[in-house]
C-alpha cells in the first residue's frame, strides 16, 4: 500500500519543511524553558503564588491554601526535552515524510492510520540507529501521530477532561484553565507556521477560513467545543487560539446540584420552570457557564416538542429527537453570503417551532427573539452577556435600539416585560466556582421602570482556609411566584411551593430573609 517504502534503505532526511498534507513536527530547536521564580519554584506554583499575591492578597482576608489543597490540584503536563530530542523527532519526522504515501494515508481509518504510521516510526529508529528510551520512544511515536493525523501539541489538552479552557497565545505560550485558576503548560509548537496550520485545520472541518484576508474565525471542534481564531496581521506575536473545551459527559441539574452550582430546591425550581415553558433568559459573565446551564435546563423540555437552536457556532447538545440546528455563516471574499442571526430567528418562524432556542443573544436579533416568545413560542430560552439580572434588562434594551428600530424606550420595555418571564443569573466568583445567583422574575411596569422579583438568591456568608467561599442558595419568602399558574396548570404547583418552603432561611426571631433584611 505505501509503495515508497523499500525495506532498510531509507532516503536522508530534508532539511527543508514537511509536505503540505502534513503538519510540521512540533520542535524547535530550543527546548522549552519554563519559567523560573527567584526561589527556584517550578512553574504551577508560580503562577499559583502570582495569584494569591497579585489578585487576593492586597484585602487580607484569604489564608493562603492548605498544602494539601494545593497538592489536589491538578498538575500541569509540561514536556521537558533536550534539545537532542528534538532533532531527533526532526529527522525521524522528515523521513516519515519521505517514505509515506499520504495520499494512500488519507483512505485509511484514524485507528488504522495511526499503527501504520507507528510501524513505520519504529522501523525508522531501527535503521537510523537512535539511542532512546522506551518512554521516550512512546513519546516520540504518540507526538509524530499527532502532528500527521490531530491537532498536533495541543493533543493532549483536549484529551483531558478537567481543562475548561485552552488559550494559545502564539507558538511559545499556552495556558489552561482548570478548577476556575489559569495556569502555564510546557506545550508549545514548532513555530507559528505550524499553529496556523492547526488553526486553519480546526476550521476547514466546518467550511470556515482563517488567513490574512480574513483573519478572524469562530468555528467549533466536533465534540462541540468552541473555538476563536485570530490570526495575523491583527494578532501581534502569532495567531492566537481560544479553545472552550466541552465536558465528555452531558452535565444535567443533578450533576450542577453535587458541584454546588445549585441547591437541591433550586434544582426543583429550574426543573419546574423548563417544564411549565417559561419563556427563560440566562444571564452572565463571560466563562460563567450560561451554555452548560442551558443544556441543562432544555433536559426538561417534552420529548415530543419542536425544537429550533440558532447559533453563531453551534455547541447545544440537546437530547430531544426533533431538534433542528441552524448556525450562522460569515460572508465569502466578496464580502456576500453572510447570514446572521437575525436572519436564523426570522426565519425560524416560518418553520413551525415549539420553543426557539438562541445560544447568544448579541445584537438585533433580541427584538426578533422577544417577538417570538410573545407570539405563541412559549418555553424559548436564550442567553446573553451581562452582570446582574437588571442588567440584563438594560443590555436586552440596548441591543434593540442598535438594529436601528426607531421605538420609544417605554415600548421596548414593555415589549421586555411581556416576553420574558424568567431571568436566570450565572456568575462565575473569585475562587473560581460558578454558581446560579439569582433566579429573578419580570413582573411588569410601574411607570417607565421595569420591576423584577427575586425567587431565590446566592449569599455568601464567608471563606474557608483554603480560600473557598462559602455560600447557600436561599428563598426570598416569596411563596406564590408570577408563574404559579402556570405551575398550576401543569400540575407542578405543589413542588413548587414544597421548594420555596424548604429554601427559606429564617432569622432569629422566626421571620424568613426576604429581600430587605437579607
Same mark, same amino acid.
Given at each position: 500500500?505505501?509503495?515508497?517504502?523499500?525495506?532498510?534503505?531509507?532516503?536522508?532526511?530534508?532539511?527543508?519543511?514537511?509536505?503540505?498534507?502534513?503538519?510540521?513536527?512540533?520542535?524547535?530547536?530550543e527546548p522549552p524553558k519554563a519559567p523560573v521564580s527567584a526561589k527556584g519554584s517550578p512553574p504551577a506554583a508560580t503562577q499559583r503564588s502570582q495569584m494569591s499575591e497579585g489578585g487576593f492578597k492586597g484585602k487580607g482576608e484569604i489564608a493562603q491554601p492548605h498544602a494539601a489543597a494545593e497538592a489536589a490540584?491538578?498538575?500541569?503536563?509540561?514536556?521537558?526535552?533536550?534539545?537532542?530530542?528534538?532533532?531527533?523527532?526532526?529527522?525521524?519526522?522528515?523521513?516519515?515524510?519521505?517514505?509515506?504515501?499520504?495520499?494512500?494515508?488519507?483512505?485509511?481509518?484514524?485507528?488504522?492510520?495511526?499503527?501504520?504510521?507507528?510501524?513505520?516510526? #519504529?522501523?525508522?529508529?531501527?535503521?537510523?540507529?537512535?539511542?532512546?528510551?522506551? #518512554?521516550?520512544?512512546?513519546?516520540?511515536?504518540?507526538?509524530?501521530?499527532?502532528?500527521?493525523?490531530?491537532?498536533?501539541?495541543?493533543?493532549?489538552?483536549?484529551?483531558?477532561?478537567?481543562?475548561?479552557?485552552?488559550?494559545?497565545?502564539?507558538?511559545?505560550?499556552?495556558?489552561?484553565?482548570?478548577?476556575?485558576?489559569?495556569?502555564?503548560?510546557?506545550?508549545?509548537? #514548532?513555530?507559528?507556521?505550524?499553529?496556523?496550520?492547526?488553526?486553519?485545520?480546526?476550521?476547514?472541518?466546518?467550511?470556515?477560513?482563517?488567513?490574512?484576508?480574513?483573519?478572524?474565525?469562530?468555528?467549533?471542534?466536533?465534540?462541540?467545543?468552541?473555538?476563536?481564531?485570530?490570526?495575523?496581521?491583527?494578532?501581534?506575536?502569532?495567531?492566537?487560539?481560544?479553545?472552550?473545551?466541552?465536558?465528555?459527559?452531558?452535565?444535567?441539574?443533578?450533576?450542577?446540584?453535587?458541584?454546588?452550582?445549585?441547591?437541591?430546591?433550586?434544582?426543583?425550581?429550574?426543573?419546574?420552570?423548563?417544564?411549565?415553558?417559561?419563556?427563560?433568559?440566562?444571564?452572565?459573565?463571560?466563562?460563567?457557564?450560561?451554555?452548560?446551564?442551558?443544556?441543562?435546563?432544555?433536559?426538561?423540555?417534552?420529548?415530543?416538542?419542536?425544537?429550533?437552536t440558532c447559533e453563531d457556532s453551534a455547541e447545544l447538545q440537546l437530547q430531544q429527537p426533533h431538534v433542528v440546528r441552524l448556525e450562522t455563516r460569515p460572508p465569502n471574499l466578496e464580502g456576500e453570503g453572510q447570514i446572521t442571526m437575525r436572519d436564523l430567528v426570522k426565519n425560524c418562524l416560518r418553520m413551525?417551532?415549539?420553543?426557539?432556542?438562541?445560544?447568544?443573544?448579541?445584537?438585533?436579533?433580541?427584538?426578533?427573539?422577544?417577538?417570538?416568545?410573545?407570539?405563541?413560542?412559549?418555553?424559548?430560552?436564550?442567553?446573553?452577556?451581562?452582570?446582574?439580572?437588571?442588567?440584563?434588562?438594560?443590555?436586552?434594551?440596548?441591543?434593540?435600539?442598535?438594529?436601528?428600530?426607531?421605538?420609544?424606550?417605554?415600548?421596548?420595555?414593555?415589549?421586555?416585560?411581556?416576553?420574558?418571564?424568567?431571568?436566570?443569573?450565572?456568575?462565575?466568583?473569585?475562587?473560581?466556582?460558578?454558581?446560579?445567583?439569582?433566579?429573578?422574575?419580570?413582573?411588569?411596569?410601574?411607570?417607565?421602570?421595569?420591576?423584577?422579583?427575586?425567587?431565590?438568591?446566592?449569599?455568601?456568608?464567608?471563606?474557608?482556609?483554603?480560600?473557598?467561599?462559602?455560600?447557600?442558595?436561599?428563598?426570598?419568602?416569596?411563596?406564590?411566584?408570577?408563574?404559579?399558574?402556570?405551575?398550576?396548570?401543569?400540575?407542578?404547583?405543589?413542588?413548587?411551593?414544597?421548594?420555596?418552603?424548604?429554601?427559606?432561611?429564617?432569622?432569629?426571631?422566626?421571620?424568613?430573609?426576604?429581600?430587605?433584611?437579607?
Amino acid at each position: 500500500m505505501f509503495g515508497k517504502r523499500s525495506g532498510t534503505q531509507l532516503p536522508p532526511a530534508k532539511k527543508g519543511g514537511p509536505a503540505p498534507q502534513a503538519l510540521p513536527p512540533s520542535a524547535a530547536k530550543e527546548p522549552p524553558k519554563a519559567p523560573v521564580s527567584a526561589k527556584g519554584s517550578p512553574p504551577a506554583a508560580t503562577q499559583r503564588s502570582q495569584m494569591s499575591e497579585g489578585g487576593f492578597k492586597g484585602k487580607g482576608e484569604i489564608a493562603q491554601p492548605h498544602a494539601a489543597a494545593e497538592a489536589a490540584k491538578p498538575k500541569v503536563a509540561e514536556r521537558r526535552h533536550s534539545e537532542e530530542y528534538y532533532d531527533i523527532k526532526t529527522t525521524v519526522f522528515n523521513a516519515l515524510i519521505d517514505t509515506i504515501d499520504l495520499t494512500q494515508l488519507a483512505k485509511l481509518d484514524a485507528e488504522a492510520a495511526r499503527e501504520e504510521i507507528r510501524d513505520i516510526v #519504529a522501523e525508522i529508529i531501527q535503521v537510523k540507529n537512535v539511542v532512546m528510551s522506551i #518512554a521516550e520512544q512512546e513519546e516520540l511515536l504518540e507526538d509524530i501521530c499527532n502532528d500527521v493525523l490531530g491537532y498536533g501539541p495541543l493533543e493532549p489538552l483536549l484529551a483531558r477532561d478537567d481543562i475548561a479552557d485552552i488559550m494559545v497565545n502564539g507558538a511559545e505560550t499556552t495556558f489552561i484553565e482548570v478548577g476556575g485558576k489559569v495556569e502555564k503548560t510546557g506545550i508549545r509548537f #514548532a513555530d507559528n507556521a505550524q499553529l496556523m496550520n492547526i488553526c486553519q485545520r480546526i476550521v476547514s472541518q466546518v467550511g470556515r477560513r482563517v488567513d490574512e484576508s480574513s483573519p478572524i474565525c469562530d468555528a467549533r471542534l466536533p465534540d462541540g467545543s468552541r473555538v476563536n481564531v485570530i490570526a495575523p496581521p491583527l494578532a501581534i506575536d502569532g495567531p492566537v487560539l481560544t479553545i472552550r473545551k466541552f465536558k465528555k459527559d452531558k452535565l444535567k441539574l443533578e450533576q450542577l446540584m453535587r458541584y454546588a452550582s445549585i441547591s437541591p430546591e433550586m434544582k426543583t425550581i429550574l426543573e419546574i420552570i423548563g417544564r411549565v415553558r417559561c419563556n427563560i433568559v440566562i444571564s452572565g459573565g463571560t466563562g460563567s457557564g450560561k451554555t452548560t446551564l442551558l443544556n441543562c435546563l432544555t433536559g426538561n423540555i417534552d420529548l415530543d416538542e419542536r425544537i429550533i437552536t440558532c447559533e453563531d457556532s453551534a455547541e447545544l447538545q440537546l437530547q430531544q429527537p426533533h431538534v433542528v440546528r441552524l448556525e450562522t455563516r460569515p460572508p465569502n471574499l466578496e464580502g456576500e453570503g453572510q447570514i446572521t442571526m437575525r436572519d436564523l430567528v426570522k426565519n425560524c418562524l416560518r418553520m413551525r417551532p415549539e420553543r426557539i432556542i438562541v445560544g447568544e443573544v448579541r445584537g438585533p436579533e433580541a427584538f426578533d427573539l422577544l417577538q417570538a416568545m410573545n407570539t405563541g413560542h412559549d418555553g424559548s430560552m436564550g442567553t446573553l452577556h451581562s452582570n446582574s439580572p437588571r442588567e440584563c434588562i438594560s443590555r436586552l434594551e440596548s441591543m434593540i435600539m442598535m438594529g436601528g428600530f426607531q421605538l420609544p424606550a417605554k415600548t421596548i420595555r414593555e415589549m421586555i416585560t411581556g416576553s420574558i418571564d424568567i431571568i436566570i443569573q450565572a456568575s462565575r466568583l473569585r475562587d473560581g466556582s460558578r454558581k446560579v445567583t439569582h433566579i429573578t422574575e419580570v413582573l411588569g411596569m410601574e411607570g417607565d421602570v421595569v420591576t423584577l422579583q427575586n425567587i431565590m438568591v446566592y449569599d455568601i456568608t464567608g471563606e474557608d482556609a483554603n480560600g473557598k467561599l462559602i455560600g447557600r442558595h436561599r428563598s426570598t419568602g416569596i411563596a406564590r411566584p408570577r408563574f404559579w399558574e402556570r405551575a398550576t396548570y401543569y400540575g407542578e404547583e405543589g413542588r413548587l411551593a414544597a421548594a420555596l418552603a424548604a429554601a427559606e432561611v429564617r432569622d432569629v426571631d422566626g421571620s424568613p430573609l426576604g429581600e430587605k433584611n437579607a
